[in-house]
């Protein structure tokens, strides 16, 4: 059997090694002599090489998951070469405590199994994110505690980019790490004040350093969770695009649905006149023309005024007798041979005629669809025309491709509710669209008219993504003195 071909802790490598020399000895050579048995296991020990380091991991399916694991290997490199670069007696704590950090990291970044476990599962995108960033931050706050002033020293400059990038000018930690970075001369060489002052030497730059840690540190570590809060800003301007683009996405289905099992519940049907004559108009289909007052016509006897009847106590003579014979001619009960040679006949089920006859018999199921279609389809021009004023960012939330898929939903909407409007006659002179042709075009009409909705969320989304880069890019940082 071949024990070196089997995985094993270097503990056991010792023990067989160990065994194995002692055998080749002689069992009663080696127990002759405790002395020698003592050196003989130290040098067996000796002769195992040290475990190998761990190694990045992965890899992993996100982006943050490989950027949290690349992050958390630097630091554990970093924690490894300050503890035998003159290490500060009272920093072993702290070094335990930025392992454990980047071990909570690590395990964020490759999903760990929750502790305890969950029986209902639920997305834990947002706080494995929070987890990692914040574990990571809190890693490098405690190898800076723990460093020495060396290495503390050349971090200032990516300290001082830190916190003039996430803290704003008004800050009194920002403004008293500024101080102290323009007494070590890094905050800026060509400033009037700096050139003024005769350079530091080194030994007082490192006992400043010394001094202030605790100050440069606060600065550090609050520009840290300043930049943390801003990706939770974003992430939650994010979600909130996302859910209203399922919300629409949502409310456009259901009214296709609604259309494809009660088409006649929310026609979007028209009924243009021209010469007396009318006709049903849907979005894809359109009735035969009919006469257009047959409706007031054949409901014409049950509203007549009674007029028509002699009053009570008056005579049968004079003019009232032609008033009476008046019902009998009327042209309601006589049927228009001309309609029905034109091939206008009457829906089926006969009796008295309604418009909404009519419109039952002309709607189609996927006429809602098909609007909503046309909608999607401006809309979808729309976004991409829209892709022109988005500036790139670095951010991991798509926000841009959410506010990009927010406006396909809210086309398909808009453009239902604008022909709503149209046939409740909301809009003075648009009430009768002739042709199919017409409904279907200002669907598109609709359907990019979300553009002016949707514009707004892409400012606010715009303003998120800027606020996120840095405080100084809205609030720029005041002229000293």
């Not at 130290?42 to 380091?53: K, L, W």
């Not at 599962?121 to 809190?138: F, H, K, T, W």
């Not at 007494?183 to 030497?201: S, V, Y």
Request: net charge neutral.
């Amino acid at each position: 059997m071949d024990l070196t071909s089997q995985p094993c802790q270097p503990g056991f490598q010792v023990g067989i090694v160990a065994i194995i020399l002692l055998v080749r000895r002689g069992i009663d050579e080696t127990l002759a002599d405790s002395v020698d048995l003592e050196a003989f296991i130290v040098a067996a020990v000796q002769q195992v090489p040290p475990p190998p380091p761990a190694g990045v991991r992965g890899p992993v399916r996100g982006g943050w998951q490989e950027s949290t694991l690349t992050r958390a290997k630097e630091l554990e490199s970093v924690s490894a070469w300050l503890q035998t670069d003159n290490p500060r007696p009272e920093s072993a704590p702290l070094f335990a405590s930025a392992a454990e950090h980047v071990t909570a990291a690590r395990e964020a970044a490759t999903g760990a199994q929750l502790n305890p476990k969950r029986l209902l599962r639920r997305p834990r995108g947002g706080g494995l994110i929070e987890r990692a960033l914040s574990n990571l931050d809190a890693a490098e706050t405690s190898l800076l505690n723990a460093a020495n002033n060396v290495y503390l020293l050349g971090m200032m400059p990516s300290i001082l980019s830190n916190v003039q990038r996430h803290l704003v000018p008004s800050d009194a930690r920002r403004t008293e790490f500024e101080r102290i970075a323009q007494q070590l001369g890094i905050k800026d060489p060509n400033h009037p004040k700096a050139q003024a002052q005769p350079p530091m030497p080194v030994d007082a730059k490192m006992a400043l350093v010394g001094e202030e840690r605790g100050a440069i540190v606060a600065a550090m570590r609050a520009a840290r969770s300043a930049a943390l809060r801003e990706q939770v800003r974003i992430r939650n301007f994010r979600n909130v695009v996302a859910w209203t683009t399922i919300a629409m996405a949502l409310l456009a289905a259901a009214m296709a649905v609604t259309g494809l099992f009660a088409k006649a519940r929310i026609p979007l049907c028209f009924t243009p006149e021209e010469s007396g004559r009318a006709v049903v108009v849907c979005p894809t289909k359109q009735s035969a023309p009919f006469r257009a007052d047959r409706f007031s016509e054949s409901s014409g006897p049950a509203t007549q005024p009674s007029a028509s009847s002699p009053a009570p106590g008056a005579t049968g003579a004079g003019p009232s007798a032609p008033a009476a014979a008046a019902p009998a001619s009327t042209p309601a009960t006589t049927p228009d041979p001309s309609s029905s040679a034109a091939g206008n006949e009457q829906p089926a089920g006969g009796g008295n005629l309604d418009i909404d006859d009519y419109v039952k018999d002309t709607v189609e199921p996927w006429d809602i669809l098909i609007v909503e279609l046309m909608g999607l389809l401006a809309a979808a021009v729309a976004a991409a025309l829209a892709i022109r004023t988005f500036r790139g960012s670095s951010e991991r939330h798509s926000v841009l491709v959410w506010l990009a898929a927010l406006k396909l939903p809210t086309g398909a909407v808009t453009a239902f509710v604008g022909l709503m409007l149209m046939r409740g006659e909301f809009v003075p002179g648009l009430s009768a669209l002739d042709t199919s042709a017409q409904i279907l075009a200002w669907a598109l009409v609709f359907g990019y008219g979300q553009q002016l909705f949707t514009r707004l969320v892409d400012q606010q989304g715009q303003a998120v993504l800027n606020s996120v880069r840095g405080a100084d890019a809205a609030q720029p940082a005041a002229t000293p003195p």
